[in-house]
């Protein structure tokens, strides 16, 4: 009992700021669902987070062969996590570097994007021997213009496949939690 004495001792001494990083670093998010949290709403927090880890920590210890799996689990998430990453920061880059290319070809994506839509406009319908040389140059830009919109709608995919593959690794992580919770309830 004492030991719980002192862990509530210690906690009522911590800041406001030191109570919720007490959950941020264990990975738990305070929800406030509409109100503000006060300094008591934080300290219940933080006593709910460090008993929570106990108790994983408890179940864990218990079985090892969980604890493995849990292990090689987070070894499997960090290693995509990090995959995602650099694939991420690829793409960034390769975006970037079309931005640098179209401005040092001097395209005005704004203008460039105005010419294709009226290019479009007038063309609909013509044959490829109606139109001119001029008429090359607006379809190169206009390819431009697709390929940068490509690169961008690229990029939002790969968000959205990082969240699909992010949720469901902290929905994992929270059934975990919440396993261990029920089994130390028993």
Do not use: H
């Not at 001494?13 to 929800?31: H, P, V, Y």
């Not at 079985?63 to 799996?69: I, K, M, Q, V, W």
């Amino acid at each position: 009992m004492s030991n719980g004495i002192e862990v509530d001792d210690y906690l009522n001494s911590l800041s406001t700021e030191a109570l919720q990083k007490i959950c941020l670093d264990r990975g738990f998010g305070l929800e406030n669902e509409g109100k503000d949290f006060d300094r008591d709403d934080y300290l219940e927090a933080a006593r709910r987070c460090v008993n929570l880890e106990n108790e994983m920590n408890a179940i864990l210890a218990e079985n090892p062969e969980l604890a493995a799996e849990l292990e090689a689990e987070i070894e499997r998430m960090k290693r995509a996590k990090d995959q995602l990453e650099i694939e991420r920061e690829q793409i960034l880059a390769e975006k970037t570097l079309l931005e640098q290319q179209l401005k040092e070809a001097g395209v005005d994506m704004e203008a460039a994007k105005t010419e294709a839509t009226t290019f479009g406009q007038k063309t609909a319908g013509l044959s490829t021997s109606s139109v001119d040389p001029q008429s090359f140059e607006e379809v190169f830009k206009e390819s431009i213009i697709l390929l940068y919109d490509r690169v961008k709608q690229d990029l939002i995919f790969i968000r959205k496949l990082l969240r699909l593959i992010l949720e469901p690794l902290q929905d994992g992580i929270k059934l975990v939690w919440s396993y261990g919770s029920s089994v130390l309830e028993r």
